[in-house]
């Protein structure tokens, strides 16, 4: 009697590969969280050891100068087990068959390098027990208190915020200018100073029939999505140009130019209720002066279905220009930002300016509705950032002034801008810095900062309902943080 061998039936077969690619995919997060927390706290070590040395530094010369020899306040030699230079790691995530055929989406896992040769910034809080520095130095680099007597950490002590999952797209050749969810979050649109704009997603179990580059032969300066279908990619240019992409058909659909008066579109943003959308154009490009002199502005409302200019919004004569716009929930009222600090409040269904406020002391870079839009927020070009009640028209409910901002060879492609969570309590923002900050938004709790890229942070962009962010960096390169 002769034995043959069952053959496994292909359902099971199939069944048995999903699940043990699942469990490898688990398996590889898990590590890759591991050795980001194990690299977290190598760069924590060595963030501790140089802040103990300049802390010496300042310690010693002042003990000096009072006649203290300060020889005895030198760091023990056991800190040299903390001096391991960090490693980096660089792996591969993943992809369906499906996502690399359809586009060639480059993707990497998080790299996180060591923030004593990265991050001027960095540094965590030091304690009196870290290496045997006494009160005097902590008094030099300790935490400050806020009005309530409640312990506030500087920007540059925050802890790093915890990661589910990094991902990082390394398809750009140039500084990244915007980058952008799309409104469903399943699609992410980013763009460069070379021209392009790519659109791909970050979740392999999303198709990436819609993945595609798009060149636009002009810097990209703003990017929105059509709210409603989440087919419609818009995207203004240095140039003058509207492009209007349909993600489906995979082509420009309308490609519209502003006046000769006006060649830079530094703004667009959609209605989330009528088929219609904004433009904001200066009458000088970005790249030639600061945002402080971008010249004058024109505010133009276009309807999606004509693909034609519909009104001009009053702004007054010669007015300064608009760097930011934002729609509240219904659509029927229009925010905007100016270079003059200013912020204006337009009546969609009249087409008129009904209020406006001096916001500023400098330029206004970006504008956010509050999530429940009795507040508005407004970053300034020198960092400030303020909380608006609408309510209370010129009540500011919460500030901050960023320490991380901006450094002069970032300002010709960064114009810096924030984004609010969707619970609207965590507020992130650009960077001059290798990281950026996240604020809580009116909460007693210090914020945190983002891992680290390898140049500016230079545009932000949260999940529209997950704890998901984007950070494009001048270093070319974009990154998807699920934070925990």
């Known amino acids: 009697m002769s034995l043959t061998k069952a053959r496994l039936p292909a359902l099971l077969k199939i069944s048995s590969e999903k699940n043990t690619i699942s469990c490898l995919k688990k398996e590889n997060k898990r590590l ?46 056991s800190s040299e087990d903390i001096c391991a230079p960090a490693t980096s790691y660089l792996g591969s995530i993943p992809q369906s068959e499906e996502c690399a055929a359809a586009e060639p989406t480059k993707f990497a896992s998080a790299r996180v390098e060591s923030s004593s040769r990265q991050d001027s910034y960095s540094a965590s809080s030091l ?6 520095i006494d009160d005097t130095a902590q008094k030099l680099y300790g935490s400050h208190f806020d009005e309530n007597g409640r312990e506030m950490l500087r920007e540059e002590e925050f802890p790093e915020v915890s990661v589910e ?36 997603t970050y979740d392999s179990s ?27 990619l818009l995207i203004g240019t240095a140039d003058g140009g509207i492009k209007a992409w349909n993600v489906d058909a995979k082509r420009v659909v309308c490609d519209l130019n502003t006046t000769d008066a006006f060649p830079s579109v530094l703004d667009l943003k959609c209605s989330p209720v009528e088929p219609i959308f904004v433009s904001a154009a200066s009458s000088r490009r970005l790249g030639s002066t600061s945002i402080d002199s971008l010249g004058y502005a024109s505010l133009t409302v276009w309807n999606m279905k004509t693909w034609k200019a519909m009104t001009v919004l009053p702004l007054g004569e010669d007015p300064p220009a608009i760097t930011s716009l934002c729609f509240n929930h ?35 870079s970006s504008l956010l509705f509050g999530p429940d839009e009795t507040s508005i927020f407004s970053l300034g070009s020198d960092g400030k950032i ?14 901050k002034t960023s320490s991380w901002f901006s450094e002069p060879q970032t300002s010709k492609y960064c114009r810096h801008e924030m984004a609010l969570d969707a619970s609207g309590r965590q507020l992130l923002a650009t960077s001059g810095s290798v990281r950026a900050p996240i604020y809580q938004v009116q909460g007693h709790s210090n914020g945190f900062k983002t891992l680290p890229h390898s140049a500016a942070i230079t545009t932000v962009d949260w999940h529209p309902s997950l704890p998901i962010f984007l950070t494009g960096s001048a270093d070319n390169s974009v990154r998807v943080t699920s934070i925990l």
């Open 32 to 77: 890759n969280q591991k050795l980001l927390q194990l690299q977290a706290l190598l760069e924590e070590k060595e963030a501790q050891l140089g802040l103990s040395k300049r802390s010496m530094g300042a310690a010693n010369s002042s003990f000096q100068s009072s006649g203290i020899d300060g020889e005895n306040l030198r760091p023990s030699s």
């Open 127 to 132: 304690h009196a027990s870290s290496g045997g």
């Open 165 to 200: 999952f990094q991902e990082t797209f390394l398809g750009h050749t140039s500084p990244i200018t915007r980058c952008r969810f799309s409104a469903s979050g399943n699609n992410i649109a980013s763009a460069s100073v070379d021209g392009t704009v790519r659109i791909w």
């Open 206 to 232: 999303i198709p990436a029939s819609r993945n595609a580059t798009i060149y636009c032969g002009a810097e990209i300066m703003s990017l929105d999505w059509e709210c409603k279908s989440d087919r419609l």
């Open 330 to 364: 219904n659509g029927k009222i229009l925010a905007a930002s100016a270079t003059d600090g200013m912020i204006h409040m337009f009546d969609m269904s009249a087409g008129l300016q009904i209020t406006g406020w001096p916001a500023h002391d400098s330029a206004i």
């Open 386 to 399: 303020f909380e608006w009640s609408l309510q209370n028209q010129g009540r500011v409910l919460w500030s």
